[in-house]
């Protein structure tokens, strides 16, 4: 019997890289990374974002960049801006004196205002992410907001289109999902309307808590402009790519395995966060948070009360996410 286990538990891994990610609210999180830094590139020539679709590599490796911007992110009360925007509880600040606001919510992610450098609110928020995150998964929102430049109403369109694997110049990204959402606007500014349509692609996965990479297309309907092409992606000195997961890897210990009701976690160097089991269909059955663990402390679960079988164990620490398989008898 343990046999079988073993056998179906390698088998599941070999096919891990087909299974469908699923990011949770608590996995896409400003506040979970204080600063992060972006390399930002603005084009009017063309920059093709892929295809959409399931087992998707996207190669962006050899785009590199060298202008950058530095991100902050902040709650709400706390920010000197805050008082402005009443439902905001995030605010994502830059190097360049840019601020935007957020309402971040266990369901969705709204945009309610935004500082730059004077202030615009939105009445009606625009709706930038519902939570959990899947493929496929669409979405329509109208949004209005004023301020000291004008008006803008219009509607969003939302759709995660593909899943896959995604390479920048910081490295290679796996469980990577994209959001393909359609902003259609009509800003009013100085008595004139200008007609928008603005395409945004943001790559993200579960556990990076910001966008990995965007690109944003904005074309001005009633003009003759061409479009603009804005393209971002994470430096090398944010986040963990799969190379540093490697390593991660293998500081993280878990026994026995096979297990029964109870199962230890060894993390190194690591202190541990929060530790989540997975069944093969991707469902999760616990999770614990770690508050208080220093690194190295070992960290046991028990009375686990799940069916023989295998799991995934996901290990947040505060260097990068760890997964583990291990096998209940």
């Known amino acids: 019997m343990k046999r079988a286990l073993l056998v179906a538990c390698l088998s599941a891994v070999a096919g891990l890289s ?28 063309a920059i093709d974002p892929g295809p959409a679709g399931a087992d998707v590599t996207w190669d962006f490796s050899s785009r590199k960049l060298v202008a950058g911007i530095r991100y902050t992110a902040a709650a709400c009360p706390g920010d000197s801006d805050c008082g402005t925007f009443a439902t905001a509880n995030q605010v994502l600040k830059t190097n360049i004196s840019t601020k935007v606001f957020f309402a971040k919510s266990a369901t969705e992610l709204n945009q309610v205002g935004e500082f730059s450098p004077s202030s615009f609110s939105f009445s009606d928020p625009m709706k930038m992410l519902e939570f959990p995150i899947a493929y496929n998964q669409a979405y329509s929102d109208n949004f209005f907001g004023s301020g000291v430049v004008g008006m803008r109403s219009g509607s969003v369109n939302s759709i995660i289109d593909g899943y896959g694997t995604l390479k920048t110049p910081a490295g290679t990204y796996y469980n990577v999902l994209r959001q393909k959402l359609v902003e259609n606007t009509v800003a009013l500014t100085s008595g004139q309307a200008i007609q928008m349509r603005i395409t945004h692609y943001y790559w993200m996965a579960a556990n990076q808590h910001h966008y990995i990479m965007s690109l944003i297309v904005n074309e001005t309907i009633n003009s003759s402009a061409p479009p603009v092409y804005a393209f971002s ?29 109870s ?30 663990k220093n690194a190295g402390a070992a960290l046991t679960l028990d009375n686990l009360q799940l069916a023989p079988g295998c799991y995934f164990v996901k290990i947040d620490t505060d260097k990068g996410i760890v997964t583990k398989q291990v096998v209940i008898r």
């Not at 996995?27 to 390399?39: I, M, R, S, T």
């Not at 202190?271 to 508050?291: H, I």
Request: glycine content about 4%; some cysteine; hydrophobic content about 40%.
């Open 233 to 261: 992606y994470v430096s090398p000195e944010s986040g963990t790519s799969i190379e540093d997961k490697e390593t991660l890897a293998a500081t993280v210990s878990l026994y026995p395995n096979p297990a029964s009701s």
């Open 18 to 45: 087909q299974a469908q990610p699923v990011i949770e609210s608590a996995e896409f999180d400003y506040l979970a990374v204080p600063n992060f830094d972006c390399k930002n590139f603005l084009s009017m020539t």
């Open 263 to 292: 199962f230890t976690i060894k993390t190194g160097h690591l202190a541990a966060k929060a530790v989540t089991v997975y069944n093969l269909l991707g469902q999760r059955m616990l999770q614990r948070a770690c508050a208080g």
